[in-house]
């Protein structure tokens, strides 16, 4: 079945410094894929989505490509700030109905 | 705002106890999920309504059963909740297929004492 890889956490950063946070994907056909976050206490907030090869998504200084050729969506920022501490989790759609398949999730802490 | 809600965001229950879980949304969505999320685990759904249809997952218990009386609300009822149920239930809405947006709740932190 579908499935999402995303590397293990927590990824500690200094503010300021280059973030990438890798995403790995095995579907049949063509998914959408996602980028969601999580703070803390809260719920899954859409940081940012591409929906065909090639597509770049964006958001916040955020970006991801969606790479068909290495089923990948790896998530970027140049420049963190400490309000990006949070739990990132990629995940994929499967084709018409829009089931979401999860990664389990990456937290990111960034210090000042 | 238009918005998800949950209530209420900590729950906790007895063994064998059954549980009710309830989510809220003024977005007017047609699709409701539920999610169940395991402590450092992915959300993992359990099961949707697109309207009034329901759609259970292939893996999903018995022991978990869903509700929804009109657009705005849906409920998840637990009957006989287990150690392993806890969890973190996870209620999110879509305006309907394809690549529309989930918007999720804030959760409800289940505990089974």
Redesign the interface.
Known sequence: GDS?TQMEGPVTLSEEAFLTINCTYTATGYP?LFW?VQYP??????LL?A?KADDKGSNKGFEATYRKETTSFHLEKGSVQVSDSAVY?CAL?DK??????????TRLLVSP | DAM?I?NPRYQVTQFGKPVTLSCSQTLNHN?MYWYQQKS??????LF?Y?DKDFNNEADTPDNFQSRRPNTSFCFLDIRSPGLGDAAMY?C?T?KG???????????TRLTVT
Do not use: D, M, R
């Not at chain 1, 206490?41 to 859409?46: D, I, K, M, N, S």
């Not at chain 2, 450092?40 to 759904?45: G, M, N, R």
């Not at chain 2, 394809?98 to 959760?107: K, N």
């Open positions: 999402v959408s969601y206490g809260e719920g899954l907030q859409l989505k929906t989790f759609s018409g109905f829009q089931k979401l398949v999860f990664g389990t999730g | 998800v949950q699709v450092s685990q992915a959300p993992k759904l949707h697109y996870l999110a879509s297929q394809a690549t529309y947006e989930q918007y999720f709740g804030p959760g």
